[in-house]
């Protein structure tokens, strides 16, 4: 089952919830808006896990990439922030290296090692956490890096869909690094390839009883386990939520209708990296607002309390019992007011309009 709390995150931006990596900091300093990231020509997910867009999205893979490589070290804190989204899912980072240089990598094929993992955790997916935090999350590099340039690949995974093979959308976005580490290259594993590693009917990709059952508590993101590198406990250190803190949304919720992306595969090269390293962290600074910098050289909340059991946000069918209501028989905006085995109001408040999101979930819009 899912979590009932990500509803108002969810529907609120369901409509415009395609998403992309747009900026990242390194020890609370940023490059700039999309500065070093190998931006899509789109925000629309990838869908075919055999494609080569896998990687690092559609065009990610072309060379040389024309994006400015950063100075990073092991251990560094990082933190992305994407655009909103209320599509329930994990986040997840990998490394693609050492190699010699990050502009002139495809990242098609073997070679990449997972460094960041965050599921369901307290009753919220991941998408929720950051959403409380600006759709900023944080991680550390690892230490017991090779010295050398990587691509850093953020993964953003929605299971609104997963209720059908292909059905799961992948948001993948590549930055470039230049890491300085004390590592050996070759030393981080277990390490997979891209495409290949993820396939359309994995548990955690295809989930057909997304809405009805499903345990999010249980759910593992694809890509394996997170790395270690250069032997035992120098791996990467695990993300934890942030604390901020997020209202409670109401307590009965499902996802927002899946939606049709495009994506279009990019063919290049298969090429190998050589990976490992080490270093301190720094505090992170709060980002600074989504306006496009000039280019210049050069990530989770606390629990919040729910109203009900946690179980998958948007991903579940809703049980049926009654919503919170703005009075008798009339639902409050964003509440819901429809779908199989509802049996709570069916009218929304005043300027609001019930909207049938997919079979299980019709919610107030206005």
């Known amino acids: ?14 409509v415009s919830a395609h998403q992309n990596f747009h900026q990242f900091w390194i020890n609370g300093e940023t490059p700039g808006y999309q500065t070093g990231i190998r931006m899509p020509p789109s925000n ?18 072309k060379v040389p990439s024309g994006v400015e490589t ?18 329930p899912g994990p986040i997840t980072h990998f490394l693609f290296g050492p190699v010699d240089d990050a502009s002139q990598a495809t990242g098609i094929g073997a070679g990449w ?5 965050v599921d369901y955790v307290d009753g919220k997916w991941a998408n929720e956490i950051m959403q409380a ?11 017991g890096l090779a010295s050398g340039e990587y691509l850093l690949r953020s993964e953003m995974l929605a299971l609104h869909g997963a209720q059908t093979v292909g059905g799961a959308q992948f948001y993948i976005g590549c930055a470039q690094l230049k890491i300085t580490g004390t590592g050996t290259a070759g030393s981080c594993g277990p390490t997979i390839s891209l495409p290949g590693a993820y396939k359309a009917e994995d548990a955690n990709i295809y989930i057909p009883n997304v809405y009805n059952g499903f345990d999010a508590t249980t759910y593992k993101a694809p890509g394996g386990d997170v790395a270690t590198c250069g032997g035992s406990g120098s791996g990467a250190t695990p993300s934890k939520p942030s604390t901020t803190a997020a209202v409670p949304a109401p307590a009965n919720s499902t996802v927002a209708a899946p939606e049709t992306p495009v994506s279009t595969p990019v063919e290049s090269p298969v090429e190998s990296p050589v990976a490992a390293e080490t270093s301190a962290a720094a505090p992170i600074a709060t980002p600074a607002p989504e306006v496009p910098e000039v280019p210049t ?16 946000a948007t991903l579940v069918r809703p049980s049926p019992t009654a919503a919170p209501t703005a009075g008798a028989d009339v639902a409050k905006l964003w509440y819901q007011c429809g779908g199989v085995g509802w049996t709570g109001p069916t009218a929304c408040v005043s300027g609001a309009k019930c909207v049938k999101q997919n079979e299980w979930y019709h919610q107030c819009l206005n």
Do not use: R, Y
């Open 297 to 312: 050289n050069g990530t989770a909340p606390a629990p919040i309390p729910s109203l009900a059991p946690t179980t998958f």
């Open 70 to 87: 950063i100075a990073a070290s092991e251990g560094d804190t990082i933190k992305v922030q994407w655009d909103s989204s209320g599509h």
């Open 1 to 14: 089952m899912f979590s009932k709390a990500l509803l108002t995150t969810v529907l609120i931006t369901a």
């Open 44 to 61: 629309s997910p990838v869908e075919d896990v055999t494609s080569n867009d896998m990687a690092c999205n559609v065009g990610g893979s």
């Open 113 to 117: 090692f997972k460094i960041d993992e």
């Open 133 to 143: 935090d600006g759709m900023t999350h944080e991680f550390k590099l690892p230490t």
